[in-house]
């Protein structure tokens, strides 16, 4: 399979725990992207990378949240201290930079706070 | 008022139907229009993209945009069941090298057989 993969893809936690999330973009993407999507609404960008480079984050992106995608290939997303707002549908996208913009996304890993 | 702003539905259709999909926009800047498709628990699929105003066909779906009025819209022709999804529409402006997309809250489609 050569789409976007996450892991995992269910994660129950308790509130105040950590936890992190791991994608893996098409092999060929150098931009990989982080979105949010709660019930009954749109993906929400969260940050992209370009490469290692973190270029953009959103308002949203509390500082609970770090990012991370130190070889440009894979990327992690921890959310620390987690609350019961945080629960939500993460997704990953990768696209390339030049050519063809599309954002192609993976199964997302869906996230419950208790 | 939202950046993007889509009908959630859900939107009712008998199997064969012509279904249209639509989208406003506030942002001038956007420049850049795209259409997913997203089943229930899943990753949204892209469906369609594009640039300028106008139309695009790709078999059975045609995405059209105005960029005067800051409208766009997905047409569905001969819809089927298996097209029972939510349809995103998501735009980005140029500036951000095409990297934010904004998406829309999505539409709700039920075809039924």
């Known amino acids: 399979d050569t789409g976007v993969s996450q892991d995992p893809r269910h994660k129950i936690t308790k509130r105040g725990q950590n936890v992190t999330f791991r994608c893996d973009p098409i092999?060929?993407?150098?931009?990989l992207y982080w979105y949010r999507q709660t019930l009954g609404q749109g993906p929400e960008f969260l940050t992209y990378?370009?490469?290692?480079?973190?270029?953009?984050k959103s308002r949203l992106l509390s500082d609970r949240f770090s990012a991370e995608r130190p070889k440009g290939s894979f990327s992690t997303l921890e959310i620390q201290r987690t609350e019961q707002g945080d629960s939500a549908m993460y997704l990953c996208?990768?696209?390339?930079?030049?050519?063809?913009?599309?954002?192609?996304f993976g199964p997302g890993t869906r996230l419950t706070v208790l | 008022q939202k950046e993007v702003e889509q009908d959630p539905g859900p939107l009712s259709v008998p199997e064969g139907a012509i279904v249209s999909l639509n989208c406003t926009y506030s942002n001038s800047a956007f420049q850049y229009f795209m259409w997913y498709r997203q089943y229930s628990r899943k990753g949204p699929e892209l469906l369609m993209y594009t640039y300028s105003s106008g139309n695009k066909e790709d078999g059975r779906f045609t995405a059209q945009v105005d960029k005067s009025s800051k409208y766009i819209s997905l047409f569905i022709r001969d819809s089927q069941p298996s097209d029972s999804a939510t349809y995103l529409c998501a735009m980005s402006p140029m500036n951000s090298g095409y990297s934010t997309l904004t998406f829309g809250k999505g539409t709700m489609l039920l075809v039924s057989p």
């Open positions: 092999s060929e993407h150098n931009r």
């Open positions: 996208a990768s696209s390339k930079t030049s050519g063809s913009y599309e954002q192609f």
């Open positions: 990378f370009q490469n290692e480079a973190q270029l953009e």
